[in-house]
């Protein structure tokens, strides 16, 4: 049996929905920059540059769009500004595709690890529990067997947080008590899931500790744990990010993959804000896949990141608003 998760019209309206505050401010900033300007010259250019930044894209990528659009400038002499957002957008996606970073095609895993085995990391209140439960559906609706470790024993609340999440998914959640070891909860989850051949074992953790030492120790730790069940687990560390908080969610990337081994990154809470951009320099930036967004607090609302329909959906259908 196959599933396929094809880029369907729900999705992506979805996508158009969740990303319009963004487009909106990139378009009406966009729109500014051009008024009474028929050609593309060093003063759009510059402005443009201006438009980038202010939307978090970020300086380092905003620079290689610009440069991007320079050489094309050159190429083709002249440049309208009639068609400066087809070649953003252009120009944009063919950045994106240069980072040679793994594409996700649907909710599946790789048969030869069973069960697969995903950490889910990030500061507090970024998404994570809520991410996990976004995933377990997904995973299930493919037709996966999910299990659910609540090793965020830290807040008394994170627990009963996950468990919600477990029942309204229909999928099994292994916990313990408040301020249990974490390292404890992981290791009886993969056990679990081991024993009960579940295909996909996602692990909660807290956001908040003590401090970051603590808590990049304690996530090592987990990890370690993790081995004692399955030696390659975990084979997935997801880095989860607030795409509200625009360059913050940059910084806390860059903090994060410093200190601890991170393989994929999901950015939540696109919908809402206008700083959507901040996917565009993260995606180019780091060589980890960005592997899902985040665009509302529902189970649909996840999505795999598909950096060209990304692209499309921010620079595209700009004259239907
Ligand atoms: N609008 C929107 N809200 C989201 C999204 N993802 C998460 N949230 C909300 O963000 C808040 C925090 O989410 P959690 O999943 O609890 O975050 P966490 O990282 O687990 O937080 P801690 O357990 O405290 O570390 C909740 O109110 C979620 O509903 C999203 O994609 N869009
Ligand atoms: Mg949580």
Redo the contacts with the bound molecule.
């Keep these: 049996m196959g599933f396929f998760d094809f880029f369907t019209k729900d999705k992506k309206e979805n996508l158009d929905k969740g990303l319009s505050k963004t487009k909106e401010n990139v378009f009406s900033k966009i729109t500014r920059t051009i008024a009474g300007k028929s050609k593309v010259d060093d003063e759009v250019l510059d402005n443009l540059e201006e438009v980038l930044v202010t939307s978090d894209v970020g300086v380092e990528t905003t620079l290689k769009i610009i440069e991007r659009i320079e050489s094309r400038i050159v190429k083709d002499k002249y440049v309208n500004t009639d068609e400066l957002t087809a070649i953003l957008r252009e120009e944009i996606a063919s950045l994106l595709a240069d980072n040679n970073t793994e594409e996700l095609e649907d909710f599946d895993t790789p048969k030869d690890k069973k069960p697969y085995v995903i950490m889910v990391v ?10 996990i439960g976004k995933l377990a559906y997904h995973f299930k609706k493919a037709g996966k067997k999910v299990y659910l470790g609540a090793a ?1 024993t830290f ?1 008394a609340a ?1 627990v009963e ?1 996950l468990m919600i999440w477990g029942e309204r998914v229909g999928v099994d959640v292994i916990k313990q008590k408040m301020g249990a070891d974490p390292a404890s909860v992981a290791f009886d989850t993969l056990n679990s899931g081991k024993a009960n051949d579940a295909d996909v074992v996602i692990i ?1 953790t ?3 500790l003590h401090n970051k030492v603590n808590l990049m120790n304690e996530l090592t730790k987990i990890k370690n744990v993790m081995k004692k069940v399955i030696p390659d687990a975990p084979h997935e560390v997801l880095l ?1 990010l607030d795409g509200s908080t625009g360059q913050n969610a940059f910084e806390q990337a860059k903090q994060f993959t410093a200190a601890t081994e991170v393989t994929a990154l999901a950015i ?5 804000t206008a700083k959507g951009g901040v996917v565009i320099g993260i995606s180019d930036h780091f060589h980890i896949p960005v592997k899902y967004i ?4 529902g189970l649909e ?2 999505q795999i990141f598909r950096k060209k329909e990304f692209v499309n959906s921010l620079f595209g259908d700009h004259e239907e608003k």
């Design positions: 990030g500061v507090n209140g970024v998404g994570k529990t809520t991410t965020d807040r994170a947080q909660d807290a956001g908040r989860v939540t809470k696109l919908d809402g985040g665009l509302g607090e609302d996840l």
